[in-house]
């Protein structure tokens, strides 16, 4: 059995606010009891793409425990890319984790300059090689922007473009069980190439469904952060969600 924290959108700018956010959720991960095998961040790490912001998310995502992260629509890939993984390159930031038992590919769903997403060329070639690299073991893929809607017109509109070139590639790898995405602000699960789709709650506050607001932007401010913990056994994934106060 693996355990996976799955933590999105912090939005980390020059407000206390997503620093301390972000710290307890970090603090909580640090401080459990138990096994947790990786952490995975997808996407909107900084909230302008700036330098200063990285440098004080590369303290706060500091972790014990294996962690591997990939941009959103609000991060810059030249500016993620030196400060948190100390490389040079403005191309697709896709990483790889491979877990004993498990991988994960995240993949860099982010258009620079743009808040909708799409899965470059490269990165679909580059996933389609980790997954025939996985042939024999069992592979959890994740991005930013979810390849569904999820009945928030504002998210929705935003969303992944083209994903049926993604599920192209996910229909030729049976042993890929389960699509991770962020982006949406809200915890939320949903199927996508015969695969469940599981959304991260986000850290920086909460999105809520049409019924729930009438704003068209409707973002709950003051409910506490939250993470997903994706429990991984028998080649199934089970999703918990915990709010962090």
Known sequence: MLTLAHVSDIHIDDSPRSVERTRAVMRHLENLPGPLDAVIVTGDIADHGSTEEYEVARELLASRHPTVLCPGNHDSRAAFRKVLLGQDGDGPVNQVLRLDGLTVALCD???????????????????DSVLAESSQTPVIVGMHHPAVALGIPYVDG??????????????RHPQAVAVLAGHAHTPAST??????????????????IPAEARERYPVDLDLPPQIALHVF???????????IV
């Open 109 to 127: 769903s982010s258009v620079p300059g743009r808040p909708e997403g799409l899965l470059e060329e490269e990165t679909l070639v580059w996933l």
């Open 158 to 171: 935003i969303g992944l473009r083209e994903p049926e070139r993604l599920e192209a590639v996910l229909r």
């Open 191 to 208: 199927w996508f190439a015969g695969r469940p789709l599981l959304v991260a709650p986000g850290v920086i506050n909460t999105a809520l």
């Open 233 to 243: 056994a028998e080649g199934r994934l089970t999703t918990h969600i915990r709010p």
